[in-house]
């Protein structure tokens, strides 16, 4: 699309001075051929995004991925129960200058990025407790602004300012995101590579693995999904991440030790990890 192209050519132009190391590394592998592009879109028409995905599904990867393409840091949040205004938007402390004691306030992410112009990543936002993340109502409409609570400023954000969150939905220790906070977002479904998409990625993350070694977690993958989606194992059985990791460990030890020691031990339910060994066996025979 030519209004994203030239976005990318307008904001890698521009320089973040002291930021650099915050621009993401790239290397997210689309799932079909419009997924990539129908972000992309959102992010160049500054609509906040929603990446709705299991774990380990590449939703960090992609907002690290238009990050890079962007020539554009990153300020990352990850969610929590804990978490609170002071982490998103900053602090009081006390600080010396020329012998005298003084108050100054240290800019947290969402301050830091609104004013800068750098991209928010908010990492599984529906982990957060439904009464902090209001305060960030009017930063994510048309408004594209806010009062910090702790200094009266008023702040108005920077044309390349863009916030990308991600949620994990039905996992423990989340809870359905507030409506009103929703509705702000454009939300797209991030689902695990398969196929072609899949070998692509082991074929660049391990350029020197055995084909042997491939085939079986690539079969794995593939099997895991479907006792995933037949409801016979949780989401994170299937997580591209911890296969990844598993593939790692497989370089140097026995595979089925690998996936044992980066899955299955993972797995809560020992009839889920029972399966796991029992499919991950079959594929190594």
Known sequence: ?????????ERKNRKHEGYEKLI???????????????????????????????TGAGKTRMAESI????????????????LDAEALLGFKTLVQRDGQSQIEFIEGPVVTAMKKGHLLYIDEINMAKAETLPILHSALDHRRMMTNPFTGEVIEAHPDFGVIAAINEGYIGTAPMNEALKNRFIAYPIPYLTGQQLSELWDREFPQAEPKLKGFM???????????ENGLLSE???SIRSLLDATALA??????????????????????RELFMDLANTWKK
């Not at 794995?220 to 999904?225: H, I, P, Q, V």
Request: glycine share 6%; proline share 5%; no cysteine.
């Open 1 to 9: 699309m030519d209004f994203i192209e030239k976005e990318i050519s």
């Open 24 to 54: 993401g590394t790239g290397g997210y592998i689309s799932p079909d051929a419009n997924l990539w592009e129908d972000v992309m879109a959102a992010v160049v028409l500054r609509k906040p995004v929603l990446l709705k995905g299991p």
């Open 67 to 82: 990050s890079a393409v962007f020539g554009q840091p990153m300020q990352s949040i990850n969610s929590s129960v804990d």
């Open 218 to 228: 690539l079969n794995l993958a593939e099997d895991l999904m479907k006792q995933v």
């Open 236 to 238: 994170e059985a299937a």
């Open 251 to 272: 370089e140097h030890m026995d595979p089925i030790r690998a996936v044992n020691y980066a899955i299955a031990q993972k797995l809560e339910d020992e009839s889920e």
